[in-house]
């Protein structure tokens, strides 16, 4: 069973920094793009970054573009996303999700995390 | 990069058929046939409806049914049951190596 856990949110001031983290389980990590998409209180859901199955190639909405860093460790099944400077903005749940084959941006994606929630106030 | 259209909101009786658009451009919808479909319930992650414009992963009914035109993509629920009632998004890769996201449609079942 495919399953993905993220964690790390929690409240941080504007212009901090969080980390965010999530585990994968039950598939060949190393064989899939994996994304991270948000969704703010009330609001639809935003694409941030993804990561190709290597970690050699990653890509950023330009909103998070300079802030956000998004790695892999495929040794430990876990992807991350270090996020600095934060804004009000970045207040959201943040989705780990996977992606159903192994480029990125084709054919969805096919699983989700539960989200980890991040809110930036002061 | 500016996210997709999509109605706010649609509804429909159970047994019917609704159409939900999904408008982009020739960067996005209309360059590639990756366009996805999401199901959202409320409190709940979203959950892939409809792969590269049309293709549905195993376990998704065949209710459901995508296609697309030009710049503007479409999901298609025949026989609506109450329990589709939720939120759906359409999602498009771009030419810029991104993903973006339309901003979602409700759907009520009357």
């Known amino acids: 069973e495919v399953q993905l856990l993220e964690s790390g949110g929690g409240l941080v001031q504007p212009g901090g920094s969080l980390r965010l983290s999530c585990a994968a389980s039950?598939?060949?990590?190393?064989?899939?793009?994996m994304s991270w998409v948000r969704q703010a209180p009330g609001k639809g859901l935003e694409w941030v970054s993804a990561?190709?199955?290597?970690?050699?190639?990653?890509?950023?909405a330009d909103s998070v573009k300079g802030r956000f860093t998004i790695s892999r460790d495929n040794s430990q099944n876990t992807l991350s996303l270090q996020m600095n400077s934060l804004r009000a903005e970045d207040t959201a749940l943040y989705y780990c999700?996977?992606?159903?084959?192994?480029?990125f941006g084709v054919g969805g994606l096919d699983y989700w995390g539960r989200g980890t929630r991040v809110t930036v106030s002061s | 990069q500016s996210a997709l259209t999509q109605p706010a909101s649609v509804s429909g009786s159970p047994g019917q058929s609704i159409t939900i658009s999904c408008t982009g451009t020739?960067?996005?919808?209309?360059?590639?046939?990756?366009v996805s479909w999401y199901q959202q319930h409320p409190g709940k992650a979203p959950r892939l409806m409809i792969y590269?414009?049309?293709n549905r992963p195993s376990g998704v009914s065949n209710r459901f049914s995508g296609s697309k035109s030009a710049n503007t993509a479409s999901l298609t629920i025949s026989g609506l049951q109450a329990e589709d009632e939720a939120d759906y998004y359409c999602?498009?890769?771009?030419?810029?190596?991104?993903?973006?996201f339309g901003g979602g449609t409700k759907l009520a079942v009357l």
């Open positions: 999700s996977k992606a159903r084959v192994v480029w």
């Open positions: 039950g598939f060949t990590f190393s064989n899939h793009p």
């Open positions: 990561i190709s199955n290597s970690g050699g190639a990653t890509y950023y």
């Open positions: 020739g960067s996005d919808v209309g360059a590639y046939n990756y």
């Open positions: 590269d414009v049309s």
């Open positions: 999602s498009s890769y771009t030419s810029s190596s991104t993903v973006v």
